[in-house]
């Protein structure tokens, strides 16, 4: 207890001055290398993709979850370096008609005060759509309202959700489009030579599938890096194994209402897992609720997927580029985009001159939709102090071309998204101006307590 | 498309209300039952289950010492019997749902620079821990209490909006497990 005690003080102590030293808008990250230029890496990315009527804190808490089901099961996290991410989405319309409307369903179902006005404490929306339906709080103010609607009300709020988001979900297709944040992401990874798992419930199912399809569209990345496991699959195309549960009536209403529509429900697995109507989630289709909880069969029959996907993952044939920072570039319309980089000597790293001082490009793009990737030496005593920019040059694609710069440090952690937008073609005229999306400071110095390492501190800035 | 949304909710509320027979008996428990909600809710105020929130008309509320955590929040926080760094943890993450409170609008940018003021400890002080699910519990609930009105939850929903497509990006596991974890 002692020493849980005395980890968490250290934790705490390390992620304070990384953390809360930042000021909005201006990310830094703290980076130790060894100084003797060990660029072997076994790196891996664990990614949940959520499902619907979840808020940002909600997808954390389930890809925790995922996390303590994976060493439950005995998935080694501590000889690997494993990076970490949400890919959050949320589905129009979801949980915002619900709270819209959520004074006249309180006052039709009697939630009201004595004088039969709705009673709008939202903060019963909020435990019951975290799954707290029949805990805590709402458990107890259920008890105290016995059987009467108020208490019916109370337990089927987030169903009512769930009820809410199947339209927006039947308005997506097998088609649908990651989001270009997510794709720099999972192919910064690809890049780095990451092993990969991405775990998705529900509708992120429709993600997780285009993400996957990004992550095997790196020259030398296969689908024996990169898995996927899908939870209750709002999705007819699977790209792993699989669990649903006999239980789940979201999918199961899913696959009822919308067959034959554009979203063909009639394509979705069939349930694998027998589970009992579980009180405490009547949608039967809770990550935490239902899949891994420990009381059900669901988790038994999910944390076993997990672990065989998750031991499974082979590495990459793709050379290993864990630079100590790289910077990812992406776009939305396939053709001629260039990422520029100028280091602090001057050097320009682009598609004509790919080595600079202290990195290079490693991946240029002349005809897809990227990704463009620049990474920093892992070798800290050719990485230099100073300034780097990166900039995009729209060489020969389409005037309006939408994309994403995302640049990362070596342990996973995201400095910095721009969104940007390119102007009309220039060729290579353009190459020696191109638009400026972001810098990136770095300063270095010894660890005073271990001279073998290297600290390097990063900030990225608009 | 109107139609199909409302087949497929109904046909889910149908579901609720059939496998609803088969929910807890709540009247067999010898509780002290409230005429309305706004007696529940006063009963589990007295009896400590719910703290007294903060229900002003501003999005901020009340913030006597100005630390950044609504007071109500704060006095939910500190009755908590977690480890002090997770205590912190818990500040740190009630700091960032009031920042989506406080902010002047919230943009994917915004969203996204609060999310990372807290992302990195709730993983790090929960993920690793011996109290998971009671940490988690609390988390939805600091969550909850902050977006605890009409006008607050409205707030944060636009605040889930802007996050749409985002990533949160974590500390590493070299980072949250060498440290022991």
Sequence with gaps: MRMAGFVLITLFALISTQVHAEEKGVRSDVVTVAASNECAFDGYGLGFFNGVGNTPQAALASLIRTVAALRERGADFDSTEIAFNVFYNQTNGTAIDVLEAFSQRAEEADFVDRLGNAVDRMEVFWLALSGQTDQGIILRLRTVLGNSPPSVFLSTIREQVFAESLGSIADLDEAQTINATHR???????????RMMMVAHSQGNLFVNQAYAAAIDINGYDGNSVGVVHVAPAAGVLNGPYTLATSDLVIEALRVGSSGGAFDGGSLPAANVVAP??????????????????????????SERLIDIWSSRSRPSIESNRGLFTATMVWSVAGDIDLHTFEPDGSHVYYGSQTGTSGRLEYDDTRGTGPEHYDAYCDPSRVEEGTYQFGVNNYGGQTGTTGR?????????????????VGEARGSSGDGSPQILGRVEVTKREDPDDREQIIFDIQAVH | MKGLHARIALLVALSVMVTGCGDIDLDASPEKR????????????KEGVLPKLDRSDSLVGIDADDDGIRDDIETFIEQKSVPEPQKEGLRTFARGMQD??????????????????????????????????????IFSEVEAFTANTPKRAERYLEYTEAMDGRNMSLPSSSRCSEVGQ
């Design chain 1, 405 to 421: 710069l995302l640049i990362t440090t070596s342990l996973g952690r995201d400095l910095l998204t721009e969104t940007f937008t």
């Design chain 2, 100 to 137: 989506i409170q406080a902010a002047d609008q919230i943009t994917p940018e915004i969203a996204g620079s609060i999310t990372d003021t807290y992302s990195a400890e709730y993983f790090c002080l929960t993920a690793f821990s011996d109290n998971m699910d009671e940490m988690l519990r």
């Design chain 2, 34 to 45: 409230a005429d309305n909600a706004t007696e529940a809710f006063h009963i589990l105020e």
């Design chain 1, 184 to 194: 720099a992401k999972v192919q910064s990874w690809a890049l780095e030579g990451r």
């Design chain 1, 277 to 302: 109507f579980y009180p405490d989630d009547a949608s039967g289709h809770g990550y935490s609720e239902v899949y891994l909880n420990r009381a059900l069969p669901t988790y038994e029959h999910l």
